[in-house]
């Protein structure tokens, strides 16, 4: 008993995978976010689907035992979001950890991502990266969301409504020193009105303000704290404070105690210094 989770296009239609529509074709159900978003795809490629099933956050246990129910009778059956890949952001995880504890085999097909698009499309680091879902709107979840952005070596990813972005960019400008933060903002990915911002926070903002029409569609903004350089700065700090009393091989140890920072890193980066002195 196989259940299929399907990534829909996070724009243009065109984006959905040979093997996703060779599924959709031949399911006995079919499990969505949105019927009328999701008729929307089925009428584009002229799929027809014998059951439709609404699931979102306000469904219950009831909704999830007869989807259930269906798979263990045999029936081919699949999950799919409003756009892009389900339960990123969207309902799903319940249905799925139930199936799983069914022994219900789960097959995840690969395919849109608007988080990954952004991504590699952003010019920030992509070795590591973090997804934290949306930007919140109370202050005090707003100072955890933005210390876990600071603390984290890699780029940090997450959504923001259009109504609010240019808001939320200013309380991180003016709350924050983000000045070493590069940030970049992706607009209506493969949409026909597909925008990047890259920059420091205020260039951003400036750009924001003088687009007219910008501040519509859907947003992914991404940041990187430049974690490198700011660890760089602080080791440069030790050195130029204490540099008088110690030698540099003592400093070194004395900072990788403080810091963690690999001794080759930090010896180095003191004989450079020493060498400009």
């Keep these: 008993m196989i259940f299929y989770i399907i990534p829909t296009p996070i724009g243009n ?6 093997r996703s529509l060779k599924i959709l ?14 008729r929307k795809l089925l009428n584009y490629y002229s799929l027809k689907v014998p059951k439709i099933i609404t699931y979102n956050d306000q469904s ?3 909704t999830r035992s007869k989807i259930y129910e269906r798979i263990k009778k045999g029936m081919s059956g699949a999950l799919v979001s409003d756009s892009g890949s ?9 249905l799925i950890n139930l199936l799983i504890k069914e022994n219900i085999e789960i097959v995840s097909i690969p395919g849109p991502s608007s988080i990954l698009s ?4 952003s010019g920030l680091p992509t070795d590591r990266f973090q997804f934290l879902g949306f930007f919140p709107r109370k202050e005090k979840e707003k100072l955890t969301f933005v210390d876990s952005i600071q603390k984290f070596s890699g780029t940090s990813i997450f959504f923001d409504s259009p109504k609010r972005v240019l808001k939320n960019l200013l309380w991180l400008e003016q709350s924050f020193d983000v000045c070493k933060f590069d940030i ?15 920059g420091k926070p205020l260039d951003i903002i400036k750009l924001i303000s003088e687009k007219k029409d910008f501040l519509r569609g859907e947003f992914v903004l991404l940041i990187n704290p430049n974690y490198e350089k700011v660890q760089n700065f602080q080791l440069e700090s030790f050195y ?8 540099i091989k ?4 004395a900072v990788h105690e403080i810091t963690g920072e690999p001794k080759n890193k930090i010896y180095k980066l003191f004989l450079t210094l020493s060498k400009k002195a």
């Design 25 to 38: 074709s031949s399911l006995d159900f079919l499990v969505v976010e949105n019927f009328s978003t999701t």
């Design 13 to 18: 239609l065109n984006d959905l995978s040979n």
């Design 184 to 198: 970049c903002i992706a607009k209506e990915i493969s949409k026909l009105n597909e925008q990047y911002l890259r």
């Design 250 to 253: 003592d400093l070194t140890n």
């Design 118 to 121: 952004a991504l590699v499309a």
């Design 86 to 94: 389900p339960l990123i952001s969207d309902p799903g995880y319940k």
């Design 240 to 247: 130029v404070n204490f540099s008088r009393y110690l030698p």
């Design 60 to 62: 219950s246990a009831e």
